[in-house]
């Protein structure tokens, strides 16, 4: 029943995503405007949201898997922060910019992150955490800094895009972030047993492996993950936490079933997030959907968790 669940329901959201919509289009009887609609708005944003729900999931439970916490995320660890930045920097002087320079810095931020949180050559739940905390208030406040030498056509622009949107999906957009998640989710994948052994801690050196090296390798790649999609999609948060947990309930936490069930769930959880704000007056920025979501589940997590691993 579950795994059928799993691979239905992407489909069915998929479904959903190309479809459903402001302007009314029947599966059974394209017009030519309808056609229109789908190939240059729905498609794109859907597989923008696809893209999205791929990489946040992901990354969150690379790093709940290496760190041994539900409750860690790579917005924890500062990326929000560093590619908002990047963006503020680019609307404000480099416009051509805007990806590079969010990428750049969401990536920066995690790697000051994790160098702040390495201590005697180890680095633990509670250090980086703290490390992402000092890193977010620091790019906090320089985008802050930012924010009062943009002019107010641009600063409003900013606003919209840091609190997450698929709205400006392109073909182009799309190629670039879903051909980089795929070929990163396909590496996890391909290191599920390592995921697995870094999930005992620090034992998994008695397995062989150098816990310091492939717990900074799945801190990199999850950071790069969520900076591919953040980077044109705007901040999109609390689907790194609400995702992985879920479908680790539904299939456990044997990584070569949690991956591909992860996958399912966050493309499922982004697509509709996107078809529910588009069917809203104003289309409203589905991060604000994924907030009000998260936050009481994130709050569930934390009253039956306690902030540690179940």
Known sequence: MKRAILVLSPI????????????????????????AVIWEIRLPRTLMAISAGIALSLSGMSL???????????????????????????????????????????????SLAYSLARVNGRVSTVSLILGGIIITALFSALLSLLEL???S??????????????????????????????????LLYLLRWRLNAMSLGDEAEILGLNVSFWRGLF????????SLVISFTGIIGWVGLIVP??????????????????????????VLADVI??????????????????????????????????
């Open 64 to 110: 709940q898997a290496v760190f041994r916490n539900p409750l860690v995320d790579t917005y924890i660890l500062g990326v929000a922060s560093g590619v908002a930045f990047g963006a503020a920097l680019a609307v404000s002087f480099f416009p051509s910019l805007m990806t590079p320079l969010a990428l750049t810095f969401g990536l920066l931020a995690v």
């Open 245 to 270: 947990h879920t479908a680790r309930m539904l299939v456990g936490p044997e990584h070569s079933k949690l991956i591909p069930a992860t996958i399912s769930v966050g493309i499922t959880v982004m």
């Open 153 to 186: 056509e641009s600063l409003s622009g900013l606003v919209v895009w840091l609190m997450g949107s698929l709205a400006s999906s392109t073909w182009r957009t799309v190629v670039y972030s879903l051909s980089g998640v795929l070929a990163i989710a396909l």
């Open 219 to 226: 801190v990199f790649l999850s950071a790069l993950l969520a």
């Open 12 to 35: 069915i959201a998929l479904f959903l995503g190309v479809f459903v919509g402001s302007y009314p289009t029947n599966p059974l009887h394209l017009d030519k405007l309808a056609r």
């Open 277 to 310: 704000v588009r069917l809203l007056p104003g289309d409203v920025p589905v991060g604000i959907i994924t907030t009000l979501v998260g936050v009481p589940f994130f709050a569930y997590l934390l009253r039956k968790t306690g902030g540690g691993w179940s």
């Open 149 to 151: 030498l943009l002019p």
